[in-house]
Every structure is written in structure tokens, then in C-alpha cells.
């Protein structure tokens, strides 16, 4: 699987790029502000086109470039009134769901916004992926409402095997073991 990501607008919001191999279908997560030239030129670089935009919640840093690709846009319809600007989209519902021959599991996880969502991959080497959004940040969480962040916390987020890399909305990537360790929010969870 191909995994591309960079930091994108004054907020340094991640976006990701995912496809199953160079050459192929790609799909944007979260291409916010000033996503455009970045994402044209790893389209470009890794021959990709794009297929569809799957936003992890409705916050501007997320989904300012959502629409500029002419392809179908997914965000959770409890999310509908936190874009800036009307965006023509699909609602993201919690399940499975295949966009450029990646099968991505869809979790609602409210908290950070009310249609948050976590959504998971399994690399064809066995990899296992979770982009956070804004719901979980390597030692840290989104702010927003704290009882039902921690209870989105509790049933999805700290279930994920330890080896789950995680890909957040902002900052570096990490691991859920690592996250279990050191991340004194996952301890507030459990008490």
C-alpha cells in the first residue's frame, strides 16, 4: 500500500494520500488549506488519480480543498454545518466501504466534532492503519466534548491492536501500543 502524507495551511493539518500501489487510484483524506499544490504534485510523483475525498470530520484545516478533484466527497452528516463553504458530499455512515480498491473501515467517533470518524486500513503486507482525524494526536486528544470523546476513546480507539500505526490530523505519526503507554488521556479513559 501507498501512504503519502504532509502537513498542509497555517495549522499544519495532515493530509493523506492512499492508494494500493503507484500508478493506481488514490484516495484524499483531509486535503484542508492549501492542500492543492501538495497533493498535485504527489498525484504526479506517484502517478495516482484520484478517486474519492474522505474527510475525518467538518472542521475548515480539513475540507477547505475537498472539492477541487471533480470526485465524490465523504463526510459525516453530523459534520454538514462545520464547513466553511457548502460542500457537495456523500454522509460517511460507520461500516466497510471500498473506494480505489481499499476496503476502509468507517467508525464514528464522536467528540472532537459530533461526525468524527476514525477510518482503518489493512495493508496487503499486514499493516494495520487508523487516520484519527483530530480524535486522537500522538500524546494527546482533540479537544470537544470530553465524555463522549472518551467514550469514542474507550469502545473504538483503544480496541486497536498495539501495532495499529496511527495517522492523525496533526503532528507525527504513532502507534496505539505507544499511545497506551505514554498518552495520559488513554489513562483518564481507563480509570
Sequence with gaps: MLVAGFACGP?????????TSEGAGCVIVDPGQD?????????????????GV????????????AAAFGVPVWL?????????????????????????ELAITVDHTPGHTPGSVVLRLESGEGGKLALTGDTV???????????????????TVMTLPGDTVLLPGHG????????????????EVTR
Design 76 to 100: 459525516h452528516e453530523a459534520d454538514r454545518d462545520l464547513p466553511p463553504e457548502p460542500i457537495t458530499f456523500t454522509p460517511l455512515e460507520a461500516g466497510t466501504m471500498t473506494v480505489a
Design 54 to 65: 474522505l474527510l475525518t470530520h467538518g472542521h475548515f484545516d480539513h475540507v477547505t480543498s
Design 172 to 187: 507525527p505519526a504513532t502507534t496505539i501500543g505507544a499511545e497506551r503507554t505514554a498518552n495520559p488521556y488513554f489513562g
Design 137 to 155: 494526536f500522538a500524546g494527546s486528544v482533540g479537544r470537544g466534548d470530553a465524555d463522549e470523546l472518551r467514550n469514542s476513546l474507550r469502545a
Design 11 to 19: 495549522l499544519a493539518a495532515n493530509c493523506y494520500l492512499l492508494a
Design 35 to 51: 492542500a492543492l499544490e501538495p497533493i498535485t504534485a504527489a498525484l504526479r510523483r506517484h502517478r495516482l488519480t484520484p478517486d
